[in-house]
């Protein structure tokens, strides 16, 4: 049995939990919340001992793997500390919010032989899986140029106050446009070399941005576009397109991929589904589970989370002082 300690019990720890749901092998144990209320209130539906202070998962015996889903700027130091109490650790994006930081919580997991697996949710979304496989088979040549973007409410129902600060929250890139560079930099295949970027609050009077947009250049070669958007309007959108030397890929989350190639469009068999953010989240623990159960290595690193890290540190610099910023790359 693999035991669960969650610090952060919240709004996506919850969200965590129906994923854990679908593994007899993976139980809660133990969460915290911050204070004992808040602990025991989401104790009473979803199982677990409550507990105010994440430090008292640490020594618990039956605790093998430590859920990170707190603010921002606490995710290195529960990691790390974490890691080196001998607990594997899944820690929700972004890894953290510097790449110092997660440099840092890399090491620690590195020397105490533990996991540590950053919860970049588009890596196990279905249709951004399938595109990537599709990628792979080389049927459209190399990437060269890509856009992605994340347009959606900003102010919904789960946001805090310490989503508007710099320290904490970081503004809407860091807290949600951070899947759309994710699943950029996955798809074309290659870090971001340097970031030309804008940063504005448009939509909302705030001390962080509420819009990003950004033009990337890649390590690989080729060029991108992203665009990250806190609206005030309820309805989502998330979409990205690969122009590639033989062909386009187009992926919509809820509808899946499209190719085209020849002057004609088609849909990628197989690559949508119903729910797929929590299908998403199922994947990444069965991956931790792999892991844990038969040493399979992780499908996301920490070197992946600090380049995207690192890109969005570019980007915040890159519009502050309206110049080109080149990326801090991941130590050898």
Known sequence: ????????????????????????????????????????????????????????????????????????????????????????????????????????????????????????????????????????TGALGRPRVGRSGTRKRWMESNRRPWHLTREAGGGMLLTAGIHALDRLMLLMGSDVSAVSATSENLFHDQPVPDVDLALLRFAAGGLGVLGSVGHRDLTMVNDTEIGCEDGTLRIDLDTGVRIGQGGHWRDLPGSSEPD?????????????????????????????????????????QSSSERREIPVAGWPA
Do not use: N
Not at 32 to 52: K, N, Q, T
Not at 79 to 98: D, N
Not at 105 to 116: I, W
């Open 1 to 136: 049995m693999i035991g669960v300690g969650i610090a952060g019990a919240g709004h996506f720890a919850a969200h965590h939990l129906r994923a854990m749901a679908a593994f007899s092998d993976i139980r809660l144990v133990s969460s915290a919340a911050g204070d004992l209320g808040s602990a025991e209130s989401f104790a009473r539906p979803h199982g677990g001992s409550a507990v105010a202070d994440w430090r008292a998962l640490l020594d618990h015996s039956a605790i093998d793997v430590i859920l990170v889903t707190t603010p921002h700027h606490l995710h290195a130091p529960i990691a790390i500390a974490a890691a080196r109490a001998g607990k594997h650790v899944y820690v929700e994006k972004p890894l953290a919010p510097s790449l110092a930081d997660c440099i840092a919580m890399h090491r620690a997991a590195e020397q105490s032989g533990v996991h540590l697996l950053p919860g970049h949710l588009m890596r196990f979304a279905l249709p951004i899986t399938a595109a990537a496989e599709h990628l792979a």
């Open 276 to 316: 797929w953010p929590l299908r998403a989240l199922e994947r990444g623990w069965a991956a931790m589970r792999a892991a844990l159960l038969h040493g399979t290595p992780l499908p996301v690193t920490a070197a992946q989370g600090g380049a995207v890290i690192a890109t969005i540190a570019a980007t915040q």
